[in-house]
């Protein structure tokens, strides 16, 4: 019987299909400076119409402590050098394609008009939006290193801001 579970498991194993990775990023990150400075502040701020969630912007649909905006989860009003906005930064990273950034399910699905079903409807009215401006800078220029870096650690991710400041306040 030992004999027969190894061999369906060999069988199964083989008969997987093989997973091309040679057009993924590999060793890259994003910026976490940035996503605490500038991105992070999004996830809090109403950006336009009515939201089906009590509260302000996607963190009173997402949050942790019982949003019920699917498996995308932040905390709301995360402070720099926290866990919560530690957390924050893992849950988007999450959600964003470094291949793609326009592809990106962070910016796809609240956009109005992407064709992407939202439950909580469209957020960010168009991709001349601040927030969707900001959210796609952060995306768009990935950093080499496989930690959450800043702008003291990495000379790229510094180039993110623009004079010191987030590029789209």
Avoid at 64 to 79: D, E, P, Y
Avoid at 111 to 117: D, I, R
């Amino acid at each position: 019987m030992r004999y027969i579970s190894l061999f369906c498991t060999v069988v199964l194993i083989a008969s997987c299909d093989n997973v091309d990775v040679s057009d993924q990023i590999t060793g890259d990150t994003l910026c976490f400076s940035y996503f605490d400075q500038c991105v992070n502040q999004k996830f809090d701020q109403v950006v336009s119409g009515p939201l089906s969630c009590s509260g302000n912007g996607g963190a009173a649909c997402h949050n942790v402590a019982g949003g019920v905006g699917g498996t995308f989860k932040i905390h709301a009003n995360a402070q720099t050098n926290t866990s919560e906005m530690e957390g924050n930064f893992f849950s988007a990273k999450a959600f964003a394609n470094l291949n793609a950034p326009a592809n990106s399910s962070l910016l796809l699905k609240p956009l109005a008009n992407s064709g992407v079903n939202h439950g909580g409807g469209d957020v960010i009215p168009n991709t001349t939006h601040p927030a969707y401006q900001e959210i796609i800078r952060w995306i768009s220029l990935p950093v080499q290193d496989p930690t959450p870096v800043d702008a003291n650690e990495n000379p790229a991710c510094a180039t993110l801001f623009v004079g010191g400041a987030c590029a789209n306040p």
